[in-house]
């Protein structure tokens, strides 16, 4: 790479890198401006739930296990974790598989030039992560120890020292990750296995852990805090370095260490930090032009295969259109079949939860409630895929507006392929949830009429929500014009579809749950009376929700499809 660095480069650089990752802010609309918003509206109030989840859990543990430090141990050991995953992430996807590497490998720049823009953009998402991790878990743990003053400022002091490690971390394990991912870049069926498992097991290990939580605070006699789990989690917190390093240096003076201690544990941590930060510096310089090349080889390769022109009928070939258009970007492919594949696991572990804390009647007749909520829920996530249907057309939009078939019929195409993997995650999750909730064996806490009456409704709302994703892209689409033209984030049409989703989910889901034991009555009328009665109710609702929907996207589309221009 050419040694020589033009600072104006680097600069423009990053300002692209921004513009792609987070659009321009140039002639923004209202309405855009609304919906994005809403979509730091609904970031913000899961990352809420997420800060008064850590919260209670970490009173829990510091309170009744009298462990304080050794939980700051396991606390860091945990952040650190998490930011360096995310970090190897981040790099892997913006150094090394960014789709405008090849774009920029022409432009009059030089490899050193475009590496340190998107380090700096790398950098600053990881002081960011770091921020958002950290900060909430120190702040809590000093509420809950009732720390002096000095421990916050001790604290603000200890993330900046930490910040570098996570991506030194992620620099050098990023070269092997990339050449792993080389190899089997153009093994998408391959990848996508492995991905969808990992994120089976790590949602299994969730709940798993969850349910400990629970089962502790039904039964405080539990043996969760046991003098042996406490004796195993000391000896766990003793042993854990360079994690130990990071709790002396922030709270070592709280708990009795002496300055040597806390003063040998900076020492270390810098020692560390500085060789790991020199090793990434120098193995990225000299792998980095090289890797990339090897990966835009590597993309050009994949598709050499030669097959055979095949006639179909106009919506055949609609369709496969469609379904090569997501299968060729490995981004589309996960997201369309990831969460489609997870869902029945992801369904049954919250069922069983659900049915191992409920085994009295009010517990029990709550399941076909939660089986509708979780169902709705994970179907919407699947379904907000389609929101982007128009905006993932990119630079060939052009192309539908010129061949020679309507308008509808393409949508009805795109409708079709969304809706089809929602119905078959529905379809999976029923009969799993069926298979072990509906027997004698597990208590019938779902009979017939529950996994079919759910099913109905969990499909209309398939339907509904499918349409109004797509309506929401032909109403207001966001092209990516820059790079290969791929959608990297989710647009404010994914956010509304899945806010939209999500109410929908808690509206039925409570209802049923609520009126499963409570009956509905209007002066002397009974209107809820039985599990019949719910379902009917609820699929009226959907079915005018799913009219509605269809009326959205249908009424005048023609028209309205006509006058978009990117």
Same mark, same amino acid.
């Given at each position: 790479?050419?040694?020589?660095?033009?600072?104006?480069?680097?600069?423009?650089?990053?300002?692209?890198?921004?513009?792609?990752?987070?659009?321009?802010?140039?002639?923004?609309?209202?309405?855009?401006?609304?919906?994005?918003?809403?979509?730091?509206?609904?970031?913000?109030?899961?990352?809420?739930?997420?800060?008064?989840?850590?919260?209670?859990?970490?009173?829990?543990?510091?309170?009744?296990?009298?462990?304080? /430090?050794?939980?700051?141990?396991?606390?860091?050991?945990?952040?650190?974790?998490? $930011?360096?995953?995310?970090?190897?992430?981040?790099?892997?996807?913006?150094?090394?598989?960014?789709?405008?590497?090849?774009?920029?490998?022409?432009?009059?720049?030089?490899? *050193?030039?475009?590496?340190?823009?998107?380090?700096?953009?790398?950098?600053?998402?990881?002081?960011?992560?770091?921020?958002?991790?950290?900060?909430?878990?120190?702040?809590?743990?000093?509420?809950?120890?009732?720390?002096?003053?000095?421990?916050?400022?001790?604290?603000?002091?200890?993330?900046?020292?930490?910040?570098?490690?996570?991506?030194?971390?992620?620099?050098?394990?990023?070269?092997?990750?990339?050449?792993?991912? !080389?190899?089997?870049?153009?093994?998408?069926?391959?990848?996508?296995?492995?991905?969808?498992?990992?994120?089976?097991?790590?949602?299994?290990?969730?709940?798993?852990?969850?349910?400990?939580?629970?089962?502790?605070?039904?039964?405080?006699?539990?043996?969760?805090?046991?003098?042996?789990?406490?004796?195993?989690?000391?000896?766990?917190?003793?042993?854990?370095?360079? /994690?130990?390093?990071?709790?002396?240096?922030?709270?070592?003076?709280?708990?009795?260490?002496?300055?040597?201690?806390?003063?040998?544990?900076?020492?270390?941590? @810098?020692?560390?930090?500085?060789?790991?930060?020199?090793?990434?510096? @120098?193995?990225?310089?000299?792998?980095?032009?090289?890797?990339?090349?090897?990966?835009?080889?590597?993309?050009?390769?994949?598709?050499?295969?030669?097959?055979?022109?095949?006639?179909?009928?106009?919506?055949?070939?609609?369709?496969?259109?469609? @379904?090569?258009?997501?299968?060729?970007?490995?981004?589309?492919?996960?997201?369309?079949?990831?969460?489609?594949?997870?869902?029945?696991?992801?369904?049954?572990?919250?069922?069983?939860?659900?049915? $191992?804390?409920?085994? !009295?009647?009010?517990?029990?007749?709550?399941?076909?409630?939660?089986?509708?909520?979780?169902?709705?829920? @994970?179907?919407?996530?699947?379904?907000?895929?389609?929101?982007?249907?128009?905006? *993932?057309?990119?630079?060939?939009?052009?192309?539908?507006?010129?061949?020679?078939?309507?308008?509808?019929?393409?949508?009805?195409?795109?409708?079709?392929?969304?809706?089809?993997?929602?119905?078959?995650?529905?379809?999976?999750?029923?009969?799993?949830?069926?298979?072990?909730?509906? $027997?004698? *064996?597990?208590?019938?806490?779902?009979?017939?009429?529950?996994?079919?009456?759910?099913?109905?409704?969990?499909?209309?709302?398939?339907?509904?929500?499918?349409?109004?994703?797509?309506?929401?892209?032909?109403?207001?689409?966001?092209?990516?014009?820059?790079?290969?033209?791929?959608?990297?984030?989710?647009?404010? !049409?994914?956010?509304?579809?899945?806010?939209?989703?999500?109410?929908?989910?808690?509206?039925?889901?409570?209802?049923?749950?609520?009126?499963?034991?409570?009956?509905?009555?209007?002066? $002397?009328?009974?209107?809820?009376?039985?599990?019949?009665?719910?379902?009917?109710?609820?699929?009226?609702?959907?079915?005018?929700?799913?009219?509605?929907?269809?009326?959205?996207?249908?009424?005048?589309?023609?028209?309205?499809?006509?006058?978009?221009?990117?």
């Amino acid at each position: 790479m050419n040694d020589k660095i033009s600072w104006l480069s680097v600069r423009s650089l990053v300002r692209l890198e921004m513009r792609a990752r987070f659009g321009s802010k140039v002639d923004m609309s209202a309405k855009d401006k609304a919906g994005k918003a809403l979509g730091v509206l609904f970031t913000l109030a899961i990352y809420a739930i997420l800060v008064t989840g850590i919260y209670f859990l970490t009173a829990m543990f510091v309170r009744r296990s009298e462990l304080p /430090f050794e939980f700051l141990v396991l606390a860091t050991l945990f952040t650190l974790c998490v $930011t360096t995953v995310v970090s190897i992430g981040n790099v892997v996807k913006n150094l090394y598989m960014s789709g405008d590497n090849e774009l920029l490998l022409r432009f009059p720049v030089s490899g *050193r030039e475009i590496l340190l823009a998107k380090s700096i953009y790398c950098f600053v998402h990881n002081v960011v992560i770091n921020l958002l991790v950290m900060l909430p878990i120190h702040i809590i743990f000093g509420v809950v120890t009732g720390a002096p003053v000095g421990f916050y400022f001790a604290s603000l002091a200890v993330i900046i020292i930490t910040i570098p490690l996570p991506y030194a971390i992620a620099n050098l394990l990023a070269i092997p990750v990339m050449m792993i991912m !080389n190899l089997v870049k153009n093994q998408f069926l391959l990848v996508l296995i492995l991905l969808i498992a990992a994120i089976c097991a790590v949602f299994i290990l969730y709940m798993t852990a969850l349910g400990g939580v629970l089962d502790y605070m039904r039964d405080e006699s539990a043996g969760m805090f046991s003098p042996a789990v406490m004796d195993r989690l000391r000896d766990i917190a003793g042993a854990a370095y360079p /994690f130990k390093w990071y709790a002396l240096l922030l709270a070592g003076w709280m708990f009795g260490y002496s300055a040597t201690e806390i003063g040998l544990s900076f020492l270390y941590i @810098f020692l560390i930090t500085a060789a790991l930060a020199v090793a990434g510096y @120098f193995v990225t310089t000299r792998t980095y032009y090289k890797i990339i090349l090897t990966g835009v080889e590597t993309e050009k390769v994949s598709f050499q295969k030669k097959i055979p022109n095949i006639k179909r009928s106009v919506f055949g070939t609609l369709l496969h259109r469609e @379904f090569f258009l997501i299968l060729r970007s490995f981004n589309y492919s996960f997201q369309y079949l990831a969460m489609a594949v997870a869902a029945p696991v992801m369904v049954y572990y919250c069922n069983d939860l659900a049915a $191992t804390m409920g085994q !009295n009647t009010v517990g029990a007749a709550i399941v076909p409630g939660l089986t509708l909520l979780v169902i709705i829920i @994970f179907v919407s996530i699947i379904v907000s895929f389609a929101s982007t249907s128009i905006s *993932r057309e990119g630079n060939s939009f052009y192309l539908t507006k010129i061949v020679p078939v309507s308008y509808t019929q393409q949508i009805l195409a795109k409708l079709f392929l969304y809706a089809a993997v929602g119905t078959a995650s529905v379809v999976l999750s029923c009969i799993v949830v069926a298979a072990a909730f509906g $027997t004698d *064996r597990a208590g019938n806490l779902l009979t017939s009429l529950d996994v079919g009456c759910i099913f109905i409704i969990s499909e209309m709302i398939v339907l509904a929500l499918t349409c109004l994703a797509i309506s929401a892209d032909v109403k207001s689409p966001t092209f990516n014009v820059v790079g290969d033209g791929e959608m990297v984030s989710a647009n404010k !049409n994914m956010v509304l579809s899945l806010i939209v989703g999500i109410l929908v989910a808690a509206v039925f889901g409570v209802f049923t749950m609520v009126f499963s034991f409570l009956p509905l009555s209007i002066g $002397t009328v009974t209107i809820v009376d039985s599990m019949g009665d719910i379902y009917a109710i609820l699929s009226a609702i959907s079915v005018v929700i799913l009219a509605g929907s269809v009326a959205a996207l249908f009424v005048n589309l023609e028209k309205r499809y006509q006058r978009i221009a990117p």
